[in-house]
């Protein structure tokens, strides 16, 4: 377990108010989801495309309030590792479950960097239908290209990186109200075509009944909600967290809630769902149907390219401090722990996690039956859906902490375990979850467990006892 600190132990500055977290919330949930995802999201329900992204903002908020009691009740960086650290006292299940967290990053990221492609083709309005066979190798190169310079920005250095997040927060929100100042305009006499009996026009694939078809484009759209989970890791940051995490983390739930439902309705009252599932980049079809002949339908696939850059640069700036943290917990292998030593950056962890994502970015390009985009992110949803269930545990277990009790947020019982209830029932694949994001989810895992037992045979060779996640709170520490 952790050791208490010292009063010589130097601690995190508490720098985050109210404002400054808020804007951290909301511009770590706006991002790829609802730029990518809502096409596809349409492709299952029809034009009730908002149901699936309210079902997740709502099981999102639930699992939400567990959090709030946790991360109230620790003040403590770390997040869900720390929770199943301090709940279940087994380093094999605090390892698993930061393992999941990091893949849960890459295949983020890796959504991405498929989406940053395709949108850049369709800025250049580049035709690719009398050879298609090019427009998967363009696509496939640019994502990793794209990729590649994700991890040149994070080799350069964490401040480099936290500049260029702030930079693209405000892009990726500019964005999202462009689309809904367009689909305003469209509405209250523009020129564009609106249909609004498309938003309450629920179609579902053959095969599929309406409740199984819901609960599939939930999964997918829940994609959309992730990223609020990471603000739990400023908390040793944030100024009186106690009093200033619950109201903060609601609201701005609540705000990225009411944009991606405000999006959803405008899409499919402005673009047939047809047409909003074939595309590559949704909401470029959407400001070009709500605002024809003005030349801002041009910029939007160039903004988009900015916006989910963002949720790449901080999936993979977080997966490679968490591989660099397990590496020095010796629970991987020691070679991922090296730091350059002219940049102070882990730069072996993120040529690992950026190999992760070459490796993915190519398997669903290739070989996915599915839309690439769609199978990354519904892994990328499955795995945190997995963490989100221990959590809702968690926070029931770790109400026998008698040394914590009072003075904390407390959420009320009932919903941790309709949390729980809730994310496992989309893990399991009675959700009718397609295959392929078992099989990419299941092989990330394989590849932390096989890692894990390679670890332990080198601290057997090398004499290190007891090897394992002690203190859980530096595993992401930069170096």
Not at 56 to 78: D, G, M, R
Not at 107 to 133: C, H, I, M, Q, W
Not at 272 to 292: D, F, Q
């Amino acid at each position: 377990m952790s050791q208490p600190a010292t009063a010589a132990e130097p601690q995190l500055k508490r720098v985050m108010g109210p404002g400054l977290l808020l804007l951290f919330v909301v511009g770590d949930i706006l991002g790829t989801g609802v730029y990518a995802l809502t096409g596809q999201v349409a492709k299952e329900v029809g034009g009730a495309a908002w149901l699936p992204f309210l079902a997740a903002f709502l099981i999102a908020t639930i699992t939400a309030f567990s959090y709030l009691e946790l991360v109230t009740k620790y003040p403590q960086a770390a997040g869900a590792a720390l929770y199943a650290h301090k709940a279940f006292g087994v380093q094999f299940v605090t390892f698993l479950v930061a393992f999941i967290v990091m893949c849960s990053g890459i295949t983020s990221a890796s959504t991405a960097s498929r989406f940053f492609a395709a949108s850049f083709f369709k800025g250049l309005e580049v035709n690719f239908d009398y050879t298609p066979s090019w427009e998967k190798l363009g696509i496939i190169g640019l994502a990793l290209f794209f990729m590649a310079l994700i991890a040149v920005v994070n080799l350069r250095g964490v401040s480099e990186s936290v500049k260029l997040n702030v930079f693209l927060t405000f892009v990726e929100i500019t964005g999202l109200m462009l689309v809904i100042l367009v689909g305003l305009w469209a509405f209250t006499g523009g020129s564009a075509e609106v249909d609004f009996s498309r938003v309450v026009a629920f179609e579902t694939p053959e095969g599929k009944n309406a409740f199984l078809a819901v609960t599939a484009a939930t999964s997918l759209a829940f994609f959309a909600m992730v990223g609020f989970e990471d603000s739990v890791n400023m908390a040793e940051e944030t100024k009186d967290p106690v009093r200033i995490f619950p109201r903060v983390l609601l609201s701005g739930l609540g705000i990225a809630g009411l944009v991606y439902v405000l999006v959803s309705v405008i899409a499919v009252a402005l673009v047939p769902v047809g047409t909003l599932a074939a595309s590559k980049s949704p909401l470029v079809e959407v400001v070009h149907a709500g605002a024809p002949g003005l030349p801002i339908d041009n910029i939007l696939p160039f903004i988009s390219m900015f916006a989910v850059s963002n949720t790449a640069l901080i999936n993979m700036l977080m997966a490679s401090r968490l591989i660099y943290g397990m590496s020095r917990q010796h629970v991987l292998p020691p070679v991922l722990g090296v730091v350059h030593p002219r940049r102070h950056t882990p730069w072996v962890a993120i040529m690992f996690t950026t190999l992760l994502a070459f490796c993915l970015i190519f398997y669903v390009s290739t070989f996915a039956s599915e839309d690439a985009i769609a199978v990354l992110g519904g892994t990328t949803s499955l795995l945190l859906l997995a963490v989100f269930a221990m959590v809702n545990v968690a926070v029931l277990v770790l109400r026998r902490d008698v040394r914590k009790e009072g003075g904390h947020f407390k959420t009320p019982t009932a919903l941790p375990v309709i949390g729980f209830v809730a994310s496992l029932y989309l893990v399991l694949p009675t959700s009718g979850r397609p295959s392929e994001q078992y099989i990419l989810a299941l092989a990330l895992v394989v590849t932390g467990i096989v890692l894990f037992g390679i670890t332990m045979l080198i601290n057997r060779q090398l004499g290190i006892q007891g090897a394992g996640i002690t203190d859980p709170t530096h595993l992401g520490d930069a170096p």
